[in-house]
T-cell receptor, first 115, second 117 residues
């Protein structure tokens, strides 16, 4: 079946611009996650949705970052007034939201470059 | 707070030999899960193996096994009979376990494994 998809795969923008990154989770997965991975580092948690609501947004670095999941499926990560330090690969993952390992399935990521 | 430590930035192994990738963790939660992911140069994170904190036996998945030592807070990944396609970054991760809920993964810094022919 289809895995997690993310668009665009690459995004180049200028400092100060607004960007939106989209994530399409695996069908039926109730949990959706956003992570950010800088070069040579492990992914860092940003926000987690259970259904339509943000269950944990403790990883969002500041109020320039915002994410939505209005219908409990597709999610959009929004970054306002981008800064060069926002350059990274943004990974989305989804999980079934059931008991057990509940492993997260990752998408290919969006590489964001802020010039 | 939860923390994952991977002390080996890079490892080399000869094809067909076994290799152990180290992972230690720190948490005050009584119930947690430990995960290993593989990240090839293509960038996608691939789930390999899972170990629950209350599992009595070490997890195994094909050529992957997890050497879980709870008292030492270690969860090392063992890859047997290494293949050239195993060359990748490997990440250890953990999350708190809550009934019927997900939760954020905390990742280590990763270990880059290179398999030599």
């Amino acid at each position: 079946g289809a895995g997690v998809s993310q668009t665009p795969s690459n995004k180049v923008t200028e400092k100060g611009k607004y960007v939106e990154l989209r994530c399409d989770p695996i069908s039926g997965h109730t949990a959706l996650y956003w992570y950010r991975q800088s070069l040579g580092q492990g992914p860092e948690f940003l926000i987690y949705f259970q259904g339509t609501g943000a269950a944990d947004d403790s990883g969002l670095p500041n109020d320039r970052f915002f994410a939505v999941r209005p219908e409990g499926s597709v999610s959009t990560l929004k970054i306002q007034r981008t800064e060069r330090g926002d350059s990274a690969v943004y990974l989305c993952a989804s999980s079934p939201g059931l008991q057990g390992p509940n492993e997260q399935f990752f998408g290919p990521g969006t590489r964001l470059t802020v010039l | 707070a939860q923390k994952i430590t991977q002390t080996q930035p890079g490892m080399f192994v000869q094809e067909k030999e076994a290799v152990t990738l180290d992972c230690t963790y720190d948490t005050s939660d009584p119930s947690y899960g430990l995960f290993w992911y593989k990240q090839p140069s293509s960038g996608e994170m691939i789930f390999l193996i899972y170990q629950g904190s209350y599992d009595q036996q070490n997890a195994t998945e094909g050529r992957y096994s997890l050497n879980f030592q709870k008292a030492r807070k270690s969860a090392n990944l063992v890859i047997s009979a290494s293949q050239l396609g195993d060359s990748a970054m490997y990440f250890c991760a953990m999350r708190r376990l809550r009934y019927n809920q997900g939760g954020k993964l905390i990742f280590g810094q990763g270990t880059e494994l290179s398999v030599k022919p």
